[in-house]
């Protein structure tokens, strides 16, 4: 059969739309992803490239196929919103039901490498055809079908997968997590006496306790010289030891990605020596886990410790950071009638004292409970939700 006029002119339409798009895809911006200044990230979101090829093969469900194997390349782009990737572009397929065919996909992955997409395609002599396909990382099951009414008109197949777009995507965002904001993991411990003592926990309480206490209290003031004591010589190896110990775990559970345990090794090791670099990778490991209080306590003991910090760059891009960390923080503002001073407020099961004073209680997102207690006798239980950058005003009437 001779080929039309207006065939070559549709044909050469969809040739010059596909060209533009791979140049699209060239040309699209780096994946954007959201962080604080100065801070490795803690979710990727943004737009980038996206490309895919696939290849694999099957049978007719209702009849023999003509080609049982099946190749597809899909060019567009993706848009990243931690955990998920959203991926759309054009498609060139060739083989099982289409033979040969142009069309569009819509893709949703996850990053742990779980995968849907439904797609439409032009095949030949201007049918239509849909294909349908779930999988695990490279390899999926798809379901094809021809609107043309002929015969097979659904196929099964197997394939393979090379999603170059979810590899872009996943790689920057393991350099980004690895990316260091102070020290390397790595880092070889020096031996210097006197070795500082034990420093107080950073963590929720620590933090919120700074915020809630009111101004000029001893118990939020850091102590001037670190708390140093000179301990025997046989001490600080056996401290030294340790710490070089904790840090090693650090380095493991970071490269293993478990951000709990890198978090717990980080807060051992500054235990044994106050190094305020420390303090930047407990912020990095606690806002891995989208922990936002204890990564502001660890950012503001940085810039109570560390030495000069108006005149420190590296302390500017430490302010500006927990500037920007703190905003996100939700707060609860307590508000007490009748209040006769001996009442206690507990925010999920820990004390509060500053709320009696009027001050912000520092909470992560997620579910929370509030206590007021006058001697043995429950005043206020009440449970709430927060968000991120979320004021929470609670007024109680007590007896």
């Known amino acids: 059969m001779r080929t039309t006029r207006c065939e070559r002119i549709a044909r050469a339409s969809r040739i010059r739309a596909l060209a533009w798009l ?15 200044p100065g801070s490795a990230p803690n979710r990727l979101q943004g737009f980038g490239p996206d490309a895919q090829i696939v290849g694999g093969g099957g049978f007719g469900l209702s009849g023999n196929l003509d080609n049982n194997f099946v190749g597809r390349l899909r060019l567009g782009a993706l848009y990243a919103y931690e955990p998920w990737l959203f991926n759309a572009g054009m498609t060139l397929e060739v083989g099982a039901l289409a033979g040969v065919g142009v069309g569009g996909e819509l893709e949703v992955n996850r990053f742990d490498g779980v995968y849907a997409n439904l797609g439409l395609a032009k095949i030949e002599h201007d049918h239509l055809m849909g294909h349908l396909g779930v999988g695990y990382l490279v390899f999926g099951v798809e379901w094809q079908h021809a609107f043309s009414g002929g015969k097979p008109s659904d196929a099964l197949l197997l394939e393979v997968r090379l999603p170059v777009g979810y590899w ?24 210097r006496p006197p070795l500082p003592a034990a420093a107080e926990p950073i963590g929720p309480h620590s933090a919120q306790s700074a915020v809630n206490a009111p101004p000029g209290s001893a118990s939020t003031e850091p102590a001037a010289d670190g708390g140093a004591s000179e301990p025997a010589d046989g001490a600080s190896v056996e401290l030294l030891l340790q710490r070089q110990h904790a840090l090693d775990d650090a380095a493991r559970a970071h490269d293993a990605g478990e951000h709990a345990a890198e978090l717990a090794a980080l807060k051992r090791a500054y235990s044994l020596q106050r190094d305020p670099q420390l303090l930047l990778r407990i912020t990095d490991a606690a806002l891995a886990q989208s922990r936002l209080v204890p990564a502001a306590a660890a950012l503001e003991r940085f810039l109570d410790t560390v030495a000069e910090p108006s005149a420190s760059r590296e302390a500017s891009v430490v302010r500006a ?8 923080i939700p707060k609860l503002r307590l508000s007490l009638t009748n209040a006769r001073g001996d009442e206690r407020v507990e925010v999920d099961g820990r004390a509060e004292p500053g709320a009696l004073l009027g001050y ?4 992560e997102v997620g579910e929370h409970r509030v206590t007021v207690h006058r001697g043995a006798q429950r005043l206020v239980d009440e449970q709430f939700n927060t968000r991120e950058q979320e004021l929470i005003r609670r007024s109680f009437v007590l007896p």
Request: proline residues 8%; hydrophobic residues 40%.
């Open 22 to 36: 791979i140049v699209l895809a060239c040309t699209c911006p780096e994946l954007a992803r959201a962080q604080e």
């Open 168 to 191: 872009w995507a996943t790689t920057g965002r393991k350099k980004a997590r690895r990316a260091p904001s102070s020290e390397p993991l790595t880092r070889p411990v020096v031996v």
């Open 321 to 328: 950071r927990l500037a920007t960390l703190v905003q996100r």
């Open 360 to 363: 912000d209680v520092r909470l």
